[in-house]
Every structure is written in C-alpha cells, then in structure tokens.
C-alpha cells in the first residue's frame, strides 16, 4: 500500500517536472523584459559602477546579500560554537 | 608537511593576499566583488594553515580577533546597506565613472563582504582543522 502510494507520488512529480521543463523559457528570450532592460541600460548612471554584475548584487538587491552575509555569520558562529577551542 | 609545501606557501601568500585585495577593490570595474575576493583571500591564509600544521600559529592570528573582525565589519556592511538609498546618490554625484574612487556603495560594500567572506571561511575550516588535534 505504501509503496503503491510512493510510486505514484514519485510518478506524478516527474510528470510535473517534465511538463515544467518544456515551459521554460529559451535563452535570450525572456517574457518580461522590462527588469534586465532597466539594470542595463541605467546601472552606470543610478549606481556609478561599471560592472552591471556587481551593481546589482551589491547595490539594487543590497537586502539580499545582506540575508547572505548573515547566513555566513551564522554559520560561523555555529561552527565555532560546536568545534571551536576555548582561547583565554 | 614536508618543505617543499612549506616553502611554496610561505612564497605564495603575499602574491594571494593581493591578487584578493586586488579583485576587492577593483569589483566595481572589472569581473570580481566581494564573495571572489572574499574567498581568495580566505585561500592565502588555509594555505598557511595547511602548510603549518604541526606548529603553533597562534601567536600570529586566532580566529576570535578573525571574529571580532567579522562582526565590526558585518555591522558597517549593514549600515551602509540600510542607509544606501540615502548614500548612493550623494557618492554618485561627487564621483567620476570609471575611475577608481566611484561606484558609489558598491566599492564599500565590495571591501566590507570581502572581509566577512574571508574571516567566515578561515575562522570554519581553522576550527574544523584545529579540532582534531
């Protein structure tokens, strides 16, 4: 019974899955334009960096790595809590 | 380890440390920022690390002043981040395109991540190396 339900649980994600990988977008052709348009032609002017890469990451979605740093902060500070050494 | 790893070590830190200085500070020119150079400057010091096992280097860092470090510069990172709406047109207008002193927040911020990156990865693998021992 269980291993019936499984199967079919397995069976109907794949489809799903499969389905989704045919909707996908091709390169280059994006539905929605607008954003990447907007990052590229006025990153140089709003932010003053050359590199549009790094404009974006550090200045347009500047909460987002600021969410990253603090889950590499956390992550120290749980390593360090399980294996670190006590230092006087 | 033997004196050959020793010796390339010890001879390429400086080369990696500013190879990592350099992509820090030139992220907002050219492809680099802030977790790259974060991370090669993590690779110059777990090189040292690695080479150096068996001896004590803990008179030349621990990784608490790594972590006092980390904190100091993960709540700069914050700030500038929080008050960046207010900072990047004030930077932007004093500051010349592609020169090296523009980008606005992005060069402070570049500095600021590539700190933490770095101080993250040396302070988890010199703890996961140094507790077995």
């Known amino acids: ?88 | 380890m033997n004196v050959i790893v020793r010796t390339i070590a010890r001879t390429m830190f400086p080369f990696i440390l500013v190879y990592g200085i350099y992509l820090a500070i030139y992220g907002h020119l050219s492809p680099g920022g802030g977790f790259p150079a974060g991370v090669v400057i993590a690779t110059a010091f777990i090189l040292l690390v690695i080479a150096y096992k068996e001896r004590k280097i803990e008179h030349t860092f621990t990784e608490i002043e790594f972590l006092d470090l980390k904190t100091v510069a993960g709540f700069a990172l914050i700030i500038i981040i929080i008050l960046g709406f207010i900072l990047r047109l004030r930077l932007v207008n004093l500051q010349v395109p592609f020169e090296l002193w523009s980008g606005g927040v992005t060069l402070i911020s570049n500095v600021l991540g590539s700190i933490i990156v770095a101080t993250a990865f040396v302070v988890i693998i010199y703890s996961i190396i140094k507790e077995k021992t």
Request: no cysteine.
């Open chain 1, 1 to 88: 019974m269980n291993k019936a339900v499984g199967f079919f649980a397995v069976a109907l994600f794949a489809v799903f899955v499969g389905i989704s990988i045919f909707l996908i977008p091709g390169y280059g052709s994006y539905p929605n334009p607008n954003v990447p348009n907007y990052y590229l032609n006025n990153a140089l002017v709003d932010t003053g960096s050359a590199n549009v890469v790094n404009s974006i990451v550090w200045d347009y979605r500047g909460y987002d790595t600021m969410g990253e740093e603090t889950v590499l902060i956390v992550a120290t500070i749980g390593v360090v809590l399980l294996v670190g050494r006590r230092v006087s």
